[in-house]
């Protein structure tokens, strides 16, 4: 939809809220999504069955919680720049848009939807609570 190709993945940097970003969004989104399995191995670990982290959606979540960035961004002159449709709809609502087109689950599309700043005044999930953190942790110390 975004006229991106696969290869494309290792040239887009994960943010453009930060100069000189080093971190592609293919890195990005590989990363985070480790993060979060990760915090959920300690969680399950620690608390056992009291854990009411629900796996696929974990993974599923953040694998997708970035895709609106394929709309929110592209190519002008050679650079990645927020596009016309970034200046519209920032990517977690451009991403529930095509989570929703490709019917991905409600619990899905909510980590998509709140994964973000757009998520600070509505109830988080746990899934999308283990997301955010991880996704902030990753873009604070690149920032």
């Known amino acids: 939809t975004g006229g991106w190709k696969p290869a494309d993945l290792m040239q887009i940097p994960f943010t453009l809220l930060a100069d000189d970003v080093q971190i ?8 985070v999504c480790r993060m979060c399995i990760a915090m959920e191995d300690v969680l399950k670990d620690a608390y056992g069955d009291r854990s009411r982290i629900d ?4 993974v599923a979540g953040a694998l997708l919680a970035d895709v609106g960035k394929m709309l929110e961004y ?4 050679g650079q990645i720049v927020k596009g016309r449709k970034g200046e519209y709809l920032r990517h977690p609502f451009s991403g529930v848009g095509l989570c929703y087109r490709h019917d991905i689950p409600d619990a899905v599309m909510h980590m998509v939807a709140t994964h973000s700043k757009e998520g600070d005044h509505v109830k988080r999930f746990p899934e999308s609570i283990i997301f955010h953190h991880a996704d902030f942790t990753d873009f604070e110390l690149v920032k």
């Open 55 to 58: 796996h696929d959606t974990l």
């Open 74 to 77: 592209e190519r002008r002159d």
């Open 24 to 31: 592609m969004y293919l890195e990005h989104v590989r990363t």
